[in-house]
């Protein structure tokens, strides 16, 4: 199957599953016979720290990093980390943030020096994104994947609304046959649902800004 080259650069904190989130569409891409190649920079994740994955789709890819200015989507599983990448985006690119906020240890020094410190939230994030791009789409994930049962799945929520644009030429049974591979038995049917309401999401906000699947 050929498709046009298309960029994805995924980045949240430790904890969040970003590496179980590319895997899963990594195994998706190779059951839909599409080439994809990732580049995975880890980062401090056995501290909260910053994590960001390159995943590259197309024939003709040859490098697994995301040139600057070359990413098409930032998937962000947590909001300050959107902003962190933005300089990766294309002009006109998508933004698909997780409206939550994990605020480094350093701010808690601003906060002692003085109480009235105001910590940056997600519609400040939003707020700066968007003049950068106006396609920006905020996502509560994690609330929705308490919804399911399960605020593992918060990874999978994100995926779901992913996977409703149109430039992404994943088919929904592939994605849907490797999540039921890569995750525990036991969370297959929760994560499956997770995907589902973050498709629905997707549908509510992103939707209106860009193409998406009907």
């Known amino acids: 199957m050929t498709v046009k080259e298309f960029n994805i650069l ?42 960001n994955i390159h995943l590259r789709i197309g ?46 240890v350093w701010e808690t020094e601003s906060h002692v020096k003085d109480e009235k410190a105001k910590s940056f939230s997600a519609e400040d994030v939003k707020t700066r994104l968007l003049r950068v791009t106006d396609k920006v789409a905020a996502l509560n994930a994690l609330d929705i994947a308490k919804s399911v049962g399960n605020p593992l799945t918060e990874n999978i ?17 592939a994605v849907v046959e490797a999540i039921r591979i890569n995750v525990p038995k036991k969370a297959i049917d929760v994560n499956l649902r997770a995907l589902k309401l973050g498709k629905g999401a997707a549908h509510s906000d992103l939707c209106n800004v860009v193409k998406c699947k009907e």
């Open 10 to 51: 995924m980045c949240g904190v430790g904890g969040q599953g970003l590496v179980m989130l590319s895997k899963v569409i990594g195994d998706a891409c190779a059951r839909a016979g599409i080439r994809a190649i990732t580049g995975e920079q880890h980062g401090l994740s056995q501290r909260s720290g910053s994590i």
């Open 59 to 104: 024939e003709q890819i040859r490098s697994p990093l995301i040139p600057v200015g070359g990413a098409d989507v930032i998937l962000a599983l947590e909001a300050l980390e959107a902003l962190r990448c933005v300089e990766y985006l294309r002009d006109d690119g998508i933004v698909i943030m997780n409206s939550r906020v994990q605020h480094p």
């Open 157 to 173: 929520v994100m995926l779901g609304a992913l996977s409703t644009l149109e430039d992404l030429w994943v088919p929904e049974g």
